[in-house]
């Protein structure tokens, strides 16, 4: 309410009790105690200026010191813990409340009943906002969830690659992709015992993280991919260091399936090459274990592609499940804060084991293979992000015959659906193949948009209200705000929620309350939180609420340093009203 607003609705309040008392005195040598009610009058000055408005003030009896509905109630709790519930149902707000003995409220009344004459009860002034709340008009990205493609290198957003985000086909799946991911050779990354060579990965780490994305991690110690003769070359698709063979660790001869080439293959027990792994995965923990530009790593220590598998090679082997969990709790010894991924043939006692590590699961035959999503859930169920790819890429996906055993089902809109809904996915790749999604989004941009705020967490704004108390003592404002999970997995890294009060462009010209955490893994899907943000403003003060063009904004952060750096926010609400930073503006 505006200064001038409540001067004049003040003077109206003090002229109607000076009215009631004067009846007050006529009556009083006829009752035993005086009753005298002031009830806030019709203002439409005031009406107009918030949407639901409730105001009250009461004088009170000699025989009670209760107040029953008064707008001296307690504030709402100004506790910067957030509530949850499982359903929808709309959250109850506390309007009103009783005064305590010994409360300013109770002992009003005490003097009131003694001096019921003379003395004019004080009051407080309530106004409510609710806020008018729509969901936001077309597709969503947010950090550390969604859809990647493959992106190997910096050449990518060269504006010569045409399936690029600068290419000449203006390829929108882009819109989408929220961080790349591919692979890297071992050999290249570690051409010596000892020696390093981070040079290229650091520039795409760089380049993508210059577009807002990060990069999912693989290193590869071997790919059958590249095996096209007898006569290839080793190096070609062997891509453990030369240095760990020269050390003395063995490989052996296998022949490539379906083809009949014979190709060399580390023996993946032999402990050299088991030590080697090992050496490796430490010196990447010590580079880059918590690098905000790193989504998650896999661990590629075995097999082809580092798969955990030998299926297309007769004649090769995996290590034993004991040298497989050794190397998972090496990994996690040596990694603290990234996350680690077990690939897609790792099963059994080894998937449960890298579950107990903290180790989440991905799988690389979604809707291609029956079931493979459903084996994603375990990983969900502990509370850890699933990964996934297709079986294929989306244009060779929709050239399979459906037909179960001996081949593989074909990529339809409702199965891919159900892919990201079953595994409740926090990541998937938008499509493998080299042109970067652009057909697939081309025929499925509708499917698409709408998939992008499904897959991972999504909040949504369901209920903000803002209760302004005035009295005597100040203003306080409260702002009750209820967010609801609308995604298909929690949110795995910890969120930071600020309510400012802030200028036409979103600059924040004052912060409503503190700033609330909400732990890693603690909102679920599905779930709603309720949060309060309180303001508080002595009287005689200047109230930043009230002056023009001023508007609540509510914002996400992934530290709290970057709000109190006054960066804008990185994660966005699902509503109606964003402005070009990134907060959300409440609109009445």
């Not at 591919?182 to 020696?195: I, T």
């Not at 650091?202 to 807002?212: K, Q, S």
């Not at 995965?281 to 880059?288: D, F």
């Not at 493998?432 to 509708?446: I, V």
Request: charged content about 20%.
């Amino acid at each position: 309410m505006s200064q001038g607003i409540w001067r004049q609705h003040s003077s109206r309040i003090l002229r109607n009790q000076g009215e009631n008392m004067k009846r007050v005195t006529l009556i009083g040598a006829m009752i035993s105690a005086a009753i005298g009610f002031i009830a806030c009058g019709d203002d439409s000055s005031s009406a107009n200026l918030v949407e639901d408005v409730s105001c009250s003030s009461q004088a009170m009896t000699s025989s009670s010191a209760k107040i029953a509905g008064s707008s001296q109630s307690a504030l709402p709790n100004s506790s910067s813990q957030p509530q949850s519930s499982s359903d929808d149902s709309p959250p109850t707000s506390n309007s009103s409340a009783t005064a305590k003995p010994g409360s300013s409220s109770a002992a009003l009344a005490n003097s009131s009943s003694a001096h019921a004459d003379t003395t004019v009860a004080k009051h407080a002034d309530t106004t409510k906002i609710t806020y008018a709340l729509k969901p936001f008009n077309g597709p969503l990205t947010n950090p550390h969830k969604g859809f990647t493609v493959p992106t190997e290198g910096t050449w990518i957003f060269d504006p010569a690659v045409e399936y690029g985000p600068y290419g000449s086909l203006n390829n929108k799946a882009w819109d989408l992709i929220t961080y790349g991911s591919g692979y890297q050779q071992w050999n290249k990354l570690n051409p010596a015992k000892d020696v390093y060579d981070w040079t290229e990965l650091d520039a795409l780490l760089e380049a993508l993280a210059e577009h807002g994305m990060g990069y999912a991690l693989r290193v590869f110690p071997y790919t059958p991919s590249f095996i096209r003769s007898n006569d290839t070359p080793e190096e070609e698709y062997d891509w453990t260091p030369k240095f760990v063979y020269e050390m003395g660790a063995k490989k052996n001869t296998a022949t490539l399936k379906g083809e009949g080439y014979r190709a060399a293959v580390p023996v993946w027990d032999d402990p050299i090459y088991v030590q080697a792994a090992k050496d490796f995965g430490t010196a990447l923990a010590q580079k880059y274990d918590g690098d905000p530009r790193i989504e998650y790593i896999d661990i590629r220590s075995f097999g082809e592609w580092g798969e955990w598998h030998t299926s297309n090679l007769d004649g090769s082997e995996m290590p034993s499940v004991e040298i497989q969990k050794d190397m998972l709790k090496h990994y996690a010894s040596v990694f603290k804060k990234t996350q680690l991924v077990l690939t897609s043939d790792g099963y059994g006692d080894v998937y449960t084991y890298a579950l107990s590590l903290g180790i989440t699961k991905r799988d690389d035959g979604l809707i291609g293979i029956p079931g493979t999503a459903d084996s994603l859930v375990r990983a969900y169920e502990a509370n850890l992000p699933t990964i996934a790819e297709n079986m294929g890429g989306y244009a060779l996906m929709l050239t399979y015959n459906d037909i179960i055993p001996g081949g593989y089902l074909k990529w339809t809109p409702q199965r891919w659906v159900d892919a990201i809904t079953t595994a409740h996915l926090t990541y998937y790749v938008l499509d493998q193949d080299s042109d970067c999604g652009y057909r697939f989004y081309k025929e499925n941009k509708a499917l698409a948009d709408s998939m992008v705020k499904v897959i991972g967490y999504n909040f949504t704004v369901t209920r903000a209200e803002q209760q302004t108390v005035t009295d005597a003592a100040g203003t306080t404002s409260t702002l009750n705000i209820a967010v609801k999970n609308t995604g298909v997995a929690p949110c795995f890294f910890d969120l930071y929620m600020a309510a400012e009060f802030v200028d036409s462009t979103g600059a924040a010209l004052a912060q409503i309350g503190k700033t609330i955490r909400i732990p890693k893994g603690t909102f679920k899907d599905g779930s709603t939180q309720e949060f309060s943000f309180t303001y508080k403003v002595d009287a005689g003060k200047s109230n930043v609420a009230t002056q023009p063009g001023v508007s609540v904004a509510l914002s996400l952060y992934e530290s709290e340093e970057s709000f109190k750096s006054g960066k804008n926010p990185t994660v966005r609400f699902d509503n109606d009203g964003l402005l070009k930073n990134k907060k959300l503006q409440l609109k009445r």
